[in-house]
Each structure stands twice: as C-alpha cells, then as structure tokens.
C-alpha cells in the first residue's frame, strides 16, 4: 500500500531487470487509489464488466487486460493481502465468465515483517489459478524497516528468477 514500500520496490525490482532486456513494462500501484468492494450483486454475469462506478478499479483492470504478464504483489496485513488488493482480486470476479484473463502469465510478490507471507501467497495463487494464468512463480520477502526489503537475499534472488523467467518468455527468440 505503500507508493514506495518494500513489497512495491521488490515489484520495481523485477520490473528493472525485464526493462534491461528491451522488455516495455509498467508499475501500476494501488497506492492513493480507491477500489470500492464487490457487492457479490451478480450483475457482472451479464454485462461482463463489474457494474461498481466511482473509483479507480475499471483503470487498474484494463491494465491487467493489456498485460502479458503480471506482476501482483501485496504486503502482508494479519497473514493476508492488504484489503485494498482483496478487493482488485474480488471485483475481478466480473472476468471469471468469460475467463477474459485466462492464458496471461504472472509472478506473485509478497512481503511481511516477520509472517504471514505463506498465507498472502496463497490467496494471490487462489486468484491466479482461478483465473487460469500460467504461473511464473513467486517471491517471498521479510522486511519491515523501508527498502529494507533489498537486504533479503533470498528475495532478490527469487526476483532475480522471476524477471529471468519473464525475458525468457517475452524475448524474441531466433
């Protein structure tokens, strides 16, 4: 939720390493933007689209569309994703009929200060896997203090792996 938190400079982090390949990429925060709940009315079976107006939701979900790969990262609040990023995941609901993002790639990112970031990975996975994406993989991170996230080895490493994997995939091959 942090514009400039750990869990959004580790996301930073992979998006660098993708760009160095030639590769266009670009950082969408859900940070100072409003993303009102799904209200489980059900009228997204019908129009395709979730029918909730008023906030920045429609903006961040085109974007998705756009995307050939997804980098979704959340910090972890209570051993989950924060709630702003539950409720992205949840109005996406609108997409399931159709499977509108079903055969895009992605890269879950979690970040905790000390637990929790299994479980928060498993609910970014749920929504992945619901909505058919081929996995790339994950990072994990533990950081608590800002950019203290980079000190995480493992998780640079993980990030490292995961932008490898995403040139891998985008790079035009001879």
Known sequence: M?????TAQIVRYI????????????????A?????????????KETKWCVIEGDDWSAVAEKMLEAEVVVLGSPTYYYDINGQMKNLIDRTYSFYHDRK?????AVAVTVCADRGCERSLET?????????????GHVCGKAYLPGEIMTDARAVRK????ARKIINLLQPHD
């Open 101 to 105: 993002l079903a055969g895009r790639n």
């Open 159 to 162: 990030s490292d792996e995961a």
């Open 124 to 136: 970014i996975e749920g929504f992945l896997n619901t909505h058919q994406f081929s996995y790339l």
């Open 15 to 30: 998006l660098a390493k993708v760009q160095t390949a030639g590769i266009e990429t670009e950082f969408v925060s859900l």
């Open 32 to 44: 100072d933007r409003e993303i009102k709940p799904c209200t489980g009315c059900e009228k997204c």
């Open 2 to 6: 942090r514009k400039d938190g750990n």
